[in-house]
């Protein structure tokens, strides 16, 4: 199973941009399925982007066409370039890796949007 370790978030205004990174480290990375969520205060976690092991990319409906999900399996690190940036992308991101039944979650990194 993979620790993960965020870094990249901050605060940005509006219409700004910001690069996530995940490093992983204790595992086969490249067989992961990983990705991205976010949670925003009083509000549910939900999908910002997922890519697989094969370089499928599935992404939430708020984000498309603004963040770019990526992974370099050299490096063991998966990246979220966030464009365009608006107030509700405001929320603590975190990094996710699934292996079947293994689960892994990073310990998040802030995102705050604001003028």
């Known amino acids: 199973q993979v620790q993960l370790v965020e870094s990249g978030g901050g605060l940005v205004q509006p219409g700004g941009s910001l690069r996530l990174s995940c490093a992983a480290s204790?595992?086969?990375?490249?067989?992961?399925?990983t990705g991205w969520y976010r949670q925003a205060p009083g509000k549910q976690r939900e999908l910002v982007a997922q890519?697989?092991?094969?370089?499928?990319?599935n992404y939430g409906d708020s984000v498309k066409g603004r963040f770019t999900c990526s992974r370099d399996n050299a490096k063991n690190t998966v990246y979220l370039q966030m464009n365009s940036l608006k107030p509700e992308d405001t929320a603590v991101y975190y990094c996710?890796?699934?292996?079947?039944?293994?689960?892994?979650w990073g310990q998040g990194t802030q995102v705050t949007v604001s003028s």
């Open positions: 996710n890796a699934v292996l079947g039944i293994k689960v892994s």
């Open positions: 204790g595992g086969t990375f490249s067989l992961y399925t």
């Open positions: 890519i697989t092991s094969g370089g499928t990319i």
